[in-house]
């Protein structure tokens, strides 16, 4: 194996001292041109790449932002991780992105990996409901903002949707279109996106006039197209089978709707199905799917730059503010849930 072409390999290439070089490379308006063509082609013909590690250990500060989230394989969170590569770019700064699956015992795993390679900062959708991860990773004093989470509980910035109202604008627009019984296909109960949508949806049918029993919760595991799958197959065999039902995101609504296309079930004149994120796949589904959009690549933009805003604040002229910002969900209704009763 080649080994790789350090400082001091190119100040005798050049004739220089290791200092001329480093100011060649850091400070280059300091060293006479004649001399800094020298090193430069030093630079160039021994393929010379600085250590940015090594700079980042002396500087103290390092180019790189931590990205966390539940599941990379869930096009919602890659708009996210879209929308912060593009603001730690515009800052002149790169994305670690990482998946917990979400599993709380990895996202512990990247958090220390985080601390270890001294981020900037990181950009955070817990996995880890009894905030024990968190709670450790505070203790490096690396600044970190909550992602799709409200921050309850702590003095960090967050970037989260309003999910009550999320859930609310799924359920108001079933009952609107005269069902009364209807399914929430839930998650893992732990995460407070999928509590805060299944307390809208309660919140809608108690402005209807329609009891909690109206809503029948089918928990899963995971936030995924199989978990949906799995969640179709036990609503169908429900001896009374809702006439509606609600997914705590699209991934679970593609998956109830191949359930629902599997056993010869319409949709939605059968069954009307509203899911939430409103992914790309969302409008693009064999029936296009009813969902609440969240506005994906602005979380995680907004949350970049409040954590941009956070790391720069030793120097800012103004004191940095922990701020919880809170976007406003949308509906956006297609055909799956437009059946007429």
Do not use: W
Not at 54 to 63: D, E, I, K, P, V
Request: include cysteine; charged fraction near 20%; glycine fraction near 8%.
């Amino acid at each position: 194996m080649a080994q790789s072409v350090g400082i001091k390999d190119v100040a005798r290439a050049a004739g220089v001292s290791v200092g001329t070089v480093s100011n060649v490379i850091n400070r280059p308006d300091t060293v006479a041109s004649e001399t800094r063509a020298r090193v430069q082609s030093a630079i160039d013909r021994l393929g010379y790449v600085r250590s940015e590690s090594a700079r980042q250990l002396r500087a103290g500060r390092s180019r790189i932002m931590g990205l966390l989230v539940l599941d990379m394989g869930n096009p919602f969170f890659v708009d996210v991780a879209r929308g912060a590569e593009r603001a730690a770019r515009d800052a002149g700064l790169g994305v670690m992105v990482c998946n917990s699956a979400q599993s709380a015992s990895e996202e512990a795993d990247y958090l220390s990996l985080f601390a270890e390679q001294r981020v900037r900062g990181v950009l955070l959708t817990p996995a880890d409901a009894t905030g024990r991860n968190i709670a450790t990773f505070r203790r490096n004093g690396i600044p970190f903002v909550l992602v799709d989470r409200v921050a309850e509980g702590t003095t960090e910035c967050s970037v989260s949707v309003d999910d009550v109202e999320g859930g609310a604008l799924a359920v108001r627009h079933l009952v609107d279109a005269g069902h009364r019984s209807i399914a929430y296909v839930s998650g893992p109960p732990g995460l407070n996106q999928v509590t805060d949508r299944r307390t809208g949806a309660l919140n809608a049918l108690a402005e209807a006039g329609l009891p909690p029993s109206a809503l029948r919760e089918l928990p899963t595991q995971r936030l995924d197209v199989a978990a949906g799958r799995d969640a179709g197959a036990r609503l169908l065999g429900l001896a009374v089978r809702p006439t509606a039902v609600f997914c705590a995101n699209d991934l679970l609504a593609l998956g109830v709707l191949q359930a629902m296309y599997a056993a010869g079930v319409g949709v939605p004149d059968d069954l009307a199905i509203v899911g939430y994120d409103d992914i790309e796949f969302a409008a693009a589904a064999a029936v296009p799917l009813t969902s609440v959009r969240q506005p994906a690549m602005t979380m995680g933009a907004l949350a970049a730059e409040l954590l941009l805003e956070e790391t720069e604040a030793e120097t800012a002229p103004v004191p940095h503010e922990h701020r919880r910002v809170v976007l406003q969900p949308e509906l956006v209704v297609r055909r799956s849930s437009l059946s007429a009763r």
